[in-house]
């Protein structure tokens, strides 16, 4: 690398000062500082105990004896300063005329060690005697081959005397000294010439790097944590602002004062994360600076260090390697989810906060609400679908095999406050089943043996019906339109009950089925008895996928029963027998078990999604279970 492309702004400038290099000064973290700039902050931060913090990364540094005059040179930064300033100085024959002139440098001497201008070298290669020296143009200097020759002529002095040349560098003492040193005073020390101690340094500190690159990746793992951790904070917050402006409105002025309150309560929580993740952010930002610039130095070190100044600063180096590799890395605490609980009640103004909800930190597949719909036992009733309005009302389908004339529709508010019941006792049969929520917040429900499908309001009105054979199951699409699983195909009608399209469902003779509409229409229909779910194109009739096999592995069900969609696409269905719910990608791939036995389902009969994105449940013992679920 040629010294043109050393950072020079950073690597050769004084983070204190600003400006180039003066006497550098080294301290143990391995930063450096003009040697005036370290001594007004040691001037400052001096203490009892003769230690200063660095200006930089606030390691402990103790002042030597001798004071200030004796903290390590920087020799690497000294003399690359000196290299870069030569190829910049002025020309030095025509600074010695009298008068002296002023004239930028062009070349340089090798052999003389000068600047000349273009007059002055020639003038410089006419004489005999410099006839034959070696002249390079400056902007070429920076090449690595020309400047290496220039930094091999910078003389090390012995340390003993500071006068005689040294050629070996005490491993021990960690000295540069001459030969007659290594008899006199370093006998028995571990001497090297000094490349040869210097290609061992470098060997040194390329492992040392390794092992910072090892931490160093660590950190940004770490770094890259809690940058995420902070951005999905965020994204909560502004989506539960969005959630409490909605409850807001629907209040009106009772609501403001507790809105106020509640957004309080979400940028406490936020700052609190703030104030615990902030920290860590720039704590693991000043570390990751730490490695950045340890590895810069050692680099520039291993490849622009002459051979005195590689065994001058190694071992500085390698202990401050060992304590960047040996440093304890902060711990990222677990960061918790907030989540708004909120029921509804008619009497706000008495209830306000409860109606509101509250901020708080939600756990994944927590059970928000559970309460048991009164079922008799003679003869037994089971409970068997679930739908859930935009206003969060949830409507529960009641079943019972030996007395179809006690079959219902059971409305609660999301508080599980009796609302309203639904009934037909004009049905011959009445077996009065299935619930449905049309595009006007009606109910669709069915009943086979009358081959009818009835829509009602929430309130229990009968508004009107219209002919389906044998109904099984219902449903709605995106367009209104009523999606009818009958025994022996599929019938999709329109608003006003006219059959718009039927489709051949091959899995016929089921006593039960469900139907379900996903987000990009395909109608999905469950067959307990067959163990799978078909997804059929709602136009040609063609099969897209199955899932399911009887089992209780990945991807296999035993007598699969409601199902829901969500937003993505994905697929939610109540598995009946294994006690668990699966998810399904839009395709009908299996992704994971969203809930099972160990979350507290028993005999899941069928699934509903509420307007805020929770999970209601019924199962067939009479429990009504609504859960978080935070993925």
Known sequence: MALSKIPEEDFLTCIICEE???EPKILLCVHSFCKRCLEGHVKVKLDRNRRFPCPICRRQCELPEKGKEDLDKSRLLDNLAEVVTKTQDKCETCALKEPPVDAGATKRCLKCDDNMCDVCSAEHRRHGASRDH??????ELNDEAYASEFRSRQQILCNHDNKTPAEVFCCACEKFI?????????KDHDCEYIPSAAKGGRDRLVNEQKEIERKETKVASLLSDVKERKEDFHCQSEKLGKAIEKREVELIKLVQV?????????????????EVLDPLEKELELIQGYFVGFKEFTNALIIHGSDPEVLHTMANCLRRGKELTEM????IPNTKKLTLDAKHVNNMSTVLRECMGEVRYARDKELLLSFCVDLTNDPPETLSHVAVDAEGRVYVGVWSEKDTMRNKIIVYDVGSRLMATITNPMLKKDFFAGIALDQDGNVVTRSESDNLVMIYSREGKLLFGFHSPQPLAVSVNSKGQYVIAGKEAIHIHDKDGQV?????????????????????????????GADKVLAYNPVSGVLKFTYGAKGRGDGQVNEPRGMCCLANGDIILADFRNDRLHLLSPDGVFKKFLLTKEDGLKFPQDV??????KVVVVETGGAVKCFALLD
């Open 328 to 331: 304890k890395l902060p711990i």
């Open 258 to 274: 507790h809105a106020d309150r509640m957004r309080k309560e979400v940028n406490e929580a936020t700052s609190q994360m703030k």
């Open 500 to 528: 718009a399209h039927s489709l051949p469902d091959p899995l016929q003779g089921d006593i039960i089925k469900y139907v379900a509409v996903s987000v990009t229409g395909d109608i999905l229909v469950s067959h307990p």
């Open 20 to 22: 180039r290099y003066e």
């Open 178 to 186: 001459c030969g007659t040193c290594v008899s006199l005073k370093h």
């Open 134 to 139: 070696q002249l390079i143009p400056l902007k």
């Open 608 to 613: 509903a999604l509420t307007p805020d994105g």
